[in-house]
């Protein structure tokens, strides 16, 4: 398998790297301050990354987005994974999921989304349906022309930053057994019923703000139903999918960051009279990050490449992310221990890298239910 990059490939990494170098990253110290991005230069990030052609790349170019091939968006998201995620989430990528809007939802979601005129966020997490999303208790019951949704949501991503919900709700039972029929919907922000507020704050990724969902008799119009009712877990699984590669990808991006800073502060450190990277004792802990960075985004790109072929499967996307995310805990706890103390510093950006790295490995599937996924498609051709 060939991973030279194409003429247009290197161009749209180029092109997201510089974007990421003089747009983002002279910012992350003011937001990491405030824990917030400044409305006015949200808006700004927002219109340059409209007017360099960043924004949407993961949408069909026939609606109006980049239309990239998955390699192409793994090297894309590679690159604006070396930002923190308050910053990088402002050249947005609406989810996936849209695609899956009818010609009415797409001229009020999708294609405003695509432009930049509307902002979704998913919500999926509640306080007691974690991994077992089959077990959530949010409700979606018919009435009428309308739904009526009673629930909560929480740890639900920049929630106070978007404008509508992409909505995983329960409406009933499957036939003949206990399982929730998962259903999705397209909540506006501002549906009577529906409160958002901000969830307890995080030690990971300031600015970019986990919130709760509280839903009391929301009354959602039954054309919001996204999919058919009862499909709404085959349209999250898809989803996942590919929101597991982009994951990967960051953990990669934000990885080879770590390890150029590393690497330079061990080459130019010195004690005992050398630089301290010539000690066998951190130069080989620097050789393992660089071989487990290698191997991490070789998986990811592997896993984008077959997807394109649409060969890729659950298994495919989990260890790709299972790697990447814990390659990057690895990788930013190994940093802290070179830099010293002042890896725990907090003007020095190592302990910001460390405390960011940690949720990888929680959202967007847990590493124990990916290994969950790689072990059940290892047994299932045997009938175990």
């Known amino acids: 398998m060939d991973f030279t990059l194409t003429d247009e490939q290197q161009l749209i990494v180029d092109t997201v790297r510089v974007f990421v170098e003089r747009e983002l990253l002279p910012h992350e110290d003011e937001v990491e301050r405030l824990d917030e991005v400044p409305p006015d230069l949200a808006g700004q990030i927002r219109e340059k990354a409209i007017a360099a052609g960043l924004y949407a790349a993961n949408m ?27 910053l990088q989430m402002l050249v947005e990528r609406p989810s996936n999921i849209l695609q899956g809007c009818n010609e009415d939802q797409r001229s009020r979601y999708l294609i405003p989304a695509i432009r ?61 057994g206990p399982k929730k029929k998962i259903t999705a919907f397209l909540v506006d922000e501002d549906s009577p019923g529906l409160t958002v507020t901000r969830g307890p704050e995080c030690v990971s990724n300031r600015g970019y703000h986990q919130c709760e969902l509280s839903f009391s008799d929301c009354r959602v119009p039954a054309a919001n139903l996204l999919g058919e009712e009862g499909r709404g877990f085959d349209l999250m699984s898809q989803w996942l999918g590919a ?14 960051r770590v ?21 066998q004792g951190v130069g080989f802990q620097l050789a393992d990050c660089a071989t487990q960075l290698e191997a991490a985004e070789l998986l990811a ?41 002042m890896g725990l510093m907090s ?38």
């Open 60 to 86: 069909p170019a026939e609606l109006g987005g980049g239309g990239l091939d998955a390699v192409s968006l793994v090297l894309a998201e590679r690159e604006l994974g070396r930002a923190s995620y308050a």
């Open 259 to 279: 390890l150029e800073a590393v690497t330079k502060w061990a080459a130019t450190r010195k004690q005992f009279g050398q630089p301290v990277g010539r000690f």
């Open 243 to 256: 929101t597991r590669l982009t994951v990967a990808a960051t953990s990669v991006g934000r990885a080879r």
């Open 347 to 384: 003007p020095f950006p190592a302990e910001r890298w460390w405390r960011d790295a940690r949720v990888e490995r929680i959202w967007d599937g847990t590493s124990e239910i990916q290994r969950h996924i790689i072990a059940r498609s290892l047994l299932r051709p045997y009938g175990a």
């Open 116 to 176: 930049g005129e509307r902002h979704d966020c998913v919500a999926m997490t509640e306080p007691g349906s974690g991994s077992d999303v089959r077990s959530m208790s949010t409700t979606a019951s018919r009435d009428g022309d309308d739904y009526v949704i009673n629930g909560t949501k929480h740890f639900i991503s920049h929630a106070d930053v978007a404008d509508f919900v992409i909505l995983f709700a329960a409406t009933g039972t499957e036939a003949g």
């Open 301 to 341: 790109l592997r896993a984008a490449a077959k997807c394109d072929r649409g060969t890729m499967t659950d298994a495919d996307a989990a260890m790709a992310k299972l790697y990447a995310s814990e390659m990057l805990g690895r990788v930013t706890d190994t940093a802290v221990q070179i830099f010293g103390g």
